[in-house]
């Protein structure tokens, strides 16, 4: 079996769950390295889950980059970070998985992209639904005109998010990029994004920052470049927790959670759909399982940077029409 010598920029909590796949189902991933600028979240995390393995710990990505030469690098620290820790992996040989979201700004999307081809690194999204047997057949069943060409979306998400992430970099301008629409809400906008495949065109938004630095309600409509029509409801501040797609064309209704479950297609003179068909050639995997596939040559990207190209592009787009009150066209096309 082939050794893959993992490093892992940013020691958070949500980190914990790739380790813990890696762990019990992704062999092939050596952990090499270990960075963050708070020391104490590091060593937490090599006692928690890497304590019979040698790690080498930093607070400095740089130095790590220079003295392991890592063959892949996956980066879990606060948004607008990044991309100069994406672009220093791939720069330095690494292939990368990030965090949602994959960058902050459009044009740092594009010179990432640029740099993983001029370096011939694979660059992934962690983004869960993507990797899942639910969107492969969703997208699938869109694509080939099974149930008519796709002519509206609506995504929402709820979530008591500005008191969860109170105090935290999440809201911090200077670090998350964004509120809700940058965090949580990225997971609904990337599987938007995902199944209707297709450039943005034109945008407007609103938000509510409800007294902090970042937005924490939003909502936002969409016109893409196939004709698709769709609308995002992003709220921060709400007791309960709901997220949902919903996408129709002429001739069926589709619904979808986000992150792969609840999937159900109905319309006139179909049976219902409420399940993905066993033996379907796409299985479910994890971002982590893929990224280790994808290196070894054994299977495609599912979350690619494309996608994070498309998600920049609408996000900036998103961004500019609250800021200014107005709608706002976007020339971007499909990576």
């Known amino acids: 079996m082939k050794s893959i010598r993992l490093a892992i920029v940013g020691c958070g909590g949500y980190v914990r769950r790739h380790l813990r796949d890696i762990n019990d189902h992704v062999p092939e991933f050596r952990v090499v390295a270990l960075v963050d600028s708070v020391k104490d979240k590091a060593q937490s995390l090599r006692k928690e889950l890497l304590s019979r393995r040698r790690v080498a710990m930093y607070d400095d990505h740089r130095k790590m980059l220079s003295e392991v030469r890592p063959d892949a690098v996956i980066v879990a620290t606060p948004h607008t ?30 010179r990432l992209v640029a740099a993983a081809a001029r370096h011939n690194r694979s660059v992934q999204i962690g983004i869960q639904g993507t990797y899942t047997d639910t969107f492969a057949y969703a997208r699938r069943l869109l694509a080939d005109g099974q149930i008519g060409p796709l002519q509206l979306v609506t995504g929402i998400l ?75 409801t992003s709220g921060g501040n709400c007791a309960g927790w709901y997220s949902h797609l919903v996408l129709q064309t002429e001739g069926a209704v589709m619904e979808i959670s986000p992150h792969g479950g609840n999937f159900r297609v109905a319309g006139r003179g179909m049976e219902e759909i409420t399940a993905v068909p066993k033996g379907f050639d796409v299985p479910t995997v994890t971002p982590a399982r893929n990224f280790a596939d994808v290196i070894l040559g054994r299977d495609e990207p599912r979350c690619p940077a494309s996608l994070g190209m498309l998600l920049a592009d609408l996000m900036d787009a998103l961004y500019a029409s609250a800021k200014t009150g107005r709608p706002v066209k976007v020339k971007g096309d499909k990576p």
Request: proline share 2%; charged share 20%.
């Open 81 to 110: 970070l990044h991309y100069t820790h994406a672009r220093d992996a791939i720069r330095a040989g690494a292939h990368v998985l990030v965090e949602k979201p994959m960058v902050t700004d459009s044009h740092q999307a594009r």
């Open 158 to 232: 709820a979530q008591g998010w500005m008191k969860g992430t109170a105090g935290t970099w999440r809201q911090k301008l200077k670090l998350s990029g964004g509120g809700q629409l940058y965090d949580s809400t990225a997971h609904v906008l990337s599987s938007m994004m995902f199944l209707v495949d297709s450039p943005v065109r034109e945008v407007s938004c609103f938000t509510d920052n409800r007294g902090t630095e970042v937005d924490i309600n939003a909502v936002g409509w969409i016109r893409f470049a196939n004709g698709c029509l769709g609308t995002i």
